[in-house]
């Protein structure tokens, strides 16, 4: 299982992006979970939303109504489009799904807001 994730940037506070995440070796609809954290240098890595095989979502406090966690069957990718971005958004993006017992990760996406 491989996940490549993609789509940071830099970005004005107030502006959007969207991260995108393609996995290959698994099909993310079929997973139990999958989603993306954050993470920023010195702090733990904290969940930010994720999406169930049931399309469940969750997603942290601090991102409601601002983030949105979606799936792309045809691409076999999660997405989470990123909306009203603020500076305390910085950190290295995360996708993840849990499969085969397991969590795997893919290898972060820089997204940096600035004020």
């Known amino acids: 299982v491989q996940l490549q994730a993609s789509g940071g940037g830099l970005v004005q506070a107030g502006g959007s992006l969207r991260l995108s995440c393609a996995a290959s070796?698994?099909?993310?609809?079929?997973?139990?979970?999958s989603g993306w954290y954050r993470q920023d240098p010195g702090k733990q890595r904290e969940l930010v939303a994720r999406i169930t095989a049931g399309s469940m979502t969750s997603y942290a406090d601090s991102v409601k109504g601002r983030f949105t966690i979606s799936r792309n069957i045809a691409k076999n990718t999660v997405d989470l489009q990123m909306n009203s971005l603020k500076p305390d958004d910085t950190a290295v993006y995360y996708c993840?799904?849990?499969?085969?017992?397991?969590?795997?990760w893919g290898q972060g996406t820089q997204v940096t807001v600035s004020s």
């Open positions: 993840n799904t849990y499969t085969h017992g397991r969590d795997f």
């Open positions: 070796g698994t099909t993310l609809r079929g997973n139990k979970v």
